[in-house]
Structure formats: structure tokens, C-alpha cells
């Protein structure tokens, strides 16, 4: 962090030297601080501890375009294709990945990132990114979510290869807002 600096504008900030983005949904995670964590304790001579406050962010992938200002051996990389991390970032990366499966179940986080008119496949495709092929068959996912009644259909089509056009729609927060503090599951 710099002085004068919140720690939510430092997350935006080190997120911004790493990745140029439109469209992103950043929430603080968790502060990681338990001893040992950090190998560098062990040799300071004053006792200091180091702590880590941790975010994490959802970007569409297709508009995130990595920078890496200053930063060797930044890249993507599958969940279950990560290097060997320094210190406890896997336990910090894993914890966050759990964070963002349940909150993509209990919250409408997804429609921050989606562009203001998507595709329910553009939705789907979202959800399966994160959550993997077999959370939900397509037709079940499509029909649980009009249910909820906080999608609106604009009445535009849009192609996109081949097969029919797709409805694009847009999430209504005002039809939200009433099952916004009620137990709800999106898939």
C-alpha cells in the first residue's frame, strides 16, 4: 500500500498494473496472517509479520488484457494447470476460488461482469468457466434463472455462427432488489 492509500484503492491499483479491464467485479477476500507464512519472518530481526489482504476479482477473459507493468512471469493459467506458488498463495488462490463458485450460486456477481445485453449462452458459459462442465445442463440453467424474473428479454436477436439467433437480455436490479437479502440459489 502507499500512504494516503485504502486498501480497496491499492487492490485497484496493483489490479491495474497487471491487467487493463472494462468490465470487473473486486471484493476483498480475507486477510491471510497466520505465523510462518512468510519465510522472510524467520529472519527479521524486529519480529515483523507479514500480512496479506487478498481480493479477488471476476474479469471476462476475452476483455482482460494482461500488461504485467514491471511484473516477470505474470500469465493465465487453467486452475488446474498453476505453477508452484510463493509462500501460501495456492491456500489464498484456493480459498478464493471456493469464495467465487459460492457466491456465483447465492449472488448476482455474474451480471457484473457481463456486458449490459448478453446472451443466456454468454451467462451459461460464464458459470461453466468457473464452476465446470457438470454444474448444470444448459436447459435446466435457462429455465431456474427466467424463473427468478430478474432477466429481461429486450426482444433482440443477435447470430453468432451457426444455429438460431439468440435472445439477448438484460438483469434487472429493480426485480432484483426484493429477493436481494432472501435465501436464493442461481443454478
Known sequence: MREGESLEEAAYRVLAEKIRVNNLYLEQLYTFGGPSRDPREATD??????????????????????????????????????P???FDHSEILQYGYRRLRNKLEYSPIAFDVLPELFTLGDLYQLYTTVLGDGFSDYSNFRSRLLKLGFLTD????????????????RFDADAFAPLKDKPLVFI
Open 84 to 86: 508452484d506458488l510463493a
Open 45 to 82: 530481526s524486529y519480529g515483523n509479520r507479514y500480512l496479506s489482504v487478498s481480493y479477488f476479482a471476476l474479469v471476462r477473459f476475452a476483455e482482460a488484457e494482461l500488461i504485467a507493468d514491471g511484473v516477470s512471469g505474470i500469465a493465465w493459467f487453467p486452475m488446474n494447470q498453476l
Open 154 to 169: 429486450t426482444g433482440v436477436k443477435v447470430t453468432r455462427g451457426a444455429g438460431r439467433p439468440a435472445a439477448l437480455y
